[in-house]
């Protein structure tokens, strides 16, 4: 088992990542606070682990609700049926939350967490690779509103994260390649030596080796612990995190929630920050090649939809509802090179139409 240190003064917290890891009892009841711990899972996930996280937490008052699986059940109206449970069985200030599903379990249960008698604890138990390298790490929480996605939240740090990576074994491919854009980010924006490893190792990942799995997930979680640390509540640094997402968040609003899966706009997202990139004369067009070829061995697309589904106004008025927009102008995260991005509102609007035009 690896451990890391999300390091944030007294809020600091552990990230356990392992093989089992749902089962050691040992390992994780340090964290729980009180004596009620309410589970949160969905349809998908409970069948396939809750009964072993209950045995977990077997010491303890343990309640559970199931919650639909799906983005479009992370609402208000859904979040309501924890504060159900919890109310119901008189959970009081010193209870603990526990998250045992993908990101959108992760940001449900957090924000209740956030929410329920002012704050109470929380654990994170991710089961998505995705949810393992990004979601549960950094303390944003909420849920969706009609008009926006995670219009509605907060931060609040989890107690730990313990990552299973036995439970990845039960995803879906295009859930797990999903994830891979989120690892092949960390490469992109701050971690060149990253990217090469990433390189040679995606066979190894896409066979879901456990060792190459939790190499990965290690080195995902020590980017996003150190960037987190810096800059908990988005000030700055915390953007490069964006890198691909403004272009990603219009297409996946642009083809209707669902179609494309989030780490695939942020693969298309990524390819076309690269592009503009190069045309800002700072990436060539090998690390333009590079990074389409791993993106595309992790079975990732590397081209936006057409002009035909997407045309470049609706694509442009869809990037500027993205909330990342500061007095009208569309900040990007853009890079200087392969592992070393920044963030700005200075580039030419004629490089973005050209890049939204081209590269198709
Ligand atoms: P998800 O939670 O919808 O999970 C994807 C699918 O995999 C779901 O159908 C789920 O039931 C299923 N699943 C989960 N674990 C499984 C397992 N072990 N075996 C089989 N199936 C399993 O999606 P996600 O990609 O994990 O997370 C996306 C969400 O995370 C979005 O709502 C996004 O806004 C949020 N997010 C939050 C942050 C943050 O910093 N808080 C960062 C990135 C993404
Ligand atoms: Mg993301």
């Known amino acids: 088992m690896k451990t890391l240190t ?11 990542i392992g093989q089992g890891l749902i089962d050691q ?4 009841q340090p964290y729980v606070t009180g004596t009620q711990v309410l589970i949160v899972s969905n349809t998908t996930v409970a069948p396939l682990y809750l ?19 799906g983005e479009q059940y992370k609402n208000l109206e859904i979040l309501n049926r924890i504060f159900d449970v919890a109310i119901e069985h008189h959970f009081d200030r010193k209870c603990t939350f526990v998250a045992l599903g993908g990101g959108v379990i992760g940001d449900m249960t957090g924000f209740a967490a956030a929410a329920y008698q002012r704050g109470v604890n929380f654990i994170q138990m991710p089961t998505t690779l995705l949810s393992q390298v990004d979601s549960s790490v950094g303390g944003k929480t909420g849920v969706n509103h009609p008009q926006g996605k995670n219009m509605i939240g907060a931060f609040h740090q989890p107690e ?3 990552i299973d990576t036995d439970t990845l074994n039960t995803l879906e491919d295009r859930e797990l390649s999903a994830g891979l854009a989120e690892v092949i980010k960390y490469g992109l924006i701050v971690d060149y030596p990253f990217f090469e490893w990433l390189e040679q190792n995606l066979p190894g990942l896409l066979d ?26 988005e000030a700055g640094l915390r953007a490069l995190f964006n890198l691909g997402h403004t272009f990603g968040h219009a297409i996946e609003a642009g083809m209707g929630y669902g179609v494309w899966l989030h780490g695939e706009g942020v693969s298309a997202g990524m390819m076309q920050a690269i592009y503009l990139s190069k045309l800002m004369g700072d990436l ?7 990074a389409a070829a791993i993106l595309s061995a992790a079975r990732l697309p590397v081209l936006p939809p057409s002009t035909d589904d997407m045309p470049n106004e609706r694509f442009l008025a869809l990037m500027a509802g993205d909330k990342k927009v500061q007095a009208g102008k569309i900040r990007l995260v853009l890079l ?10 200075d580039y030419s609007p ?5 890049t939204l035009t081209e590269y198709r």
């Open 51 to 69: 009964e072993r996280v209950k045995q977990t937490f077997s010491d303890y008052d343990v309640q559970t609700v199931v919650l639909p699986d």
């Open 350 to 354: 004629a490089l973005l139409e050209r």
């Open 6 to 16: 999300v390091d944030l003064g007294d809020r600091s917290y552990p990230i356990f």
């Open 336 to 345: 200087k090179a392969i592992g070393q991005a920044y963030v700005t509102g």
């Open 284 to 290: 060539t067009q090998a690390d333009q090649d590079r």
């Open 25 to 28: 009892p040992e390992l994780i």
């Open 160 to 162: 730990c994260v313990v």
């Open 208 to 233: 879901r080796k456990a060792d190459v799995l939790a190499e990965a997930i290690e080195r995902s979680c020590q980017n996003k612990a150190d960037i987190v640390a810096k800059d908990e509540k």
